[in-house]
Antibody, heavy 117, light 111 residues
């Protein structure tokens, strides 16, 4: 069974750094792109970008370029999303998902990030 | 800012048929890129509902169907059930396969 398991909820202050994770299992992790999606409270889904675990090739949505960094550790089947300096506007649920030719077919359970002073 | 436009809400009585439109442009849907649909029950992660315009993953009831024509796509739900109350999102590509884009989302309410 394909599974993506994300790290737990985070409460941070503005200016702090953060790295959240997404661990895949049940398939060849290095063979499919992993994407990240932001969902602010009460709002829709926003595609942030994606990374290919096989070679760490990365593409970012223009809206998120320079705002976040995606990385991967193929040895432990884990993708990461990180911020160097959080802002209140980063408060959201963040999802990872496996991208295939059949769409984003498996999703993590989400990581809630709350940023408040 | 999404480039795929959906109606904010649709509603129907149990057993009725509802449709959700997803309007794009010649840069995305109209360029021939596939459209996928996702269902998100409040408080849970999105779930793939339709892929490749009109295909259902295993386990998705055949009450759900998709289509694509020109610069738009549609999701139809026939025999509406209470459990179908959720948010629905279309997704395609913004000019390159490396650029995903989601629709604005539609809340389906069962009256």
């Amino acid at each position: 069974e394909v599974q993506l398991v994300q790290s737990g909820a985070e409460v941070k202050k503005p200016g702090e750094s953060l790295k959240i994770s997404c661990q895949g299992s049940g398939y060849s992790f290095t063979s499919n792109w992993i994407g990240w999606v932001r969902q602010r409270p009460g709002r829709g889904l926003e595609w942030m970008g994606m990374i290919f675990p096989g070679d760490s090739d990365t593409t970012y949505s223009p809206s998120f370029q320079g705002q976040v960094t995606m990385s991967v550790d193929g040895s432990i089947n884990t993708a990461y999303l990180q911020w160097s300096s959080l802002e209140a506007s980063d408060t959201a649920m963040y999802y990872c998902a496996r991208q295939t030719s059949r769409g984003w077919d498996n999703w993590g359970q989400g990581t809630l990030v709350a940023v408040s002073s | 800012q999404s480039v795929l436009t959906q109606p904010p809400s649709v509603s129907g009585a149990p057993g009725q048929r509802v449709t959700i439109s997803c309007t794009g442009s010649s840069s995305n849907i109209g360029a021939g890129y596939n459209v996928h649909w996702y269902q998100q029950i409040p408080g849970t992660a999105p779930k793939l509902l339709i892929y490749g315009n009109d295909n259902r993953p295993s386990g998705v009831p055949d009450r759900f169907s998709g289509s694509r024509s020109g610069t738009s796509a549609s999701l139809a739900i026939s025999g509406l059930q209470a459990e179908d109350e959720a948010d629905y999102y279309c997704q395609s590509y913004g000019g390159r396969l490396s650029d995903s884009v989601f629709g604005t989302g539609t809340r389906v309410t069962v009256l």
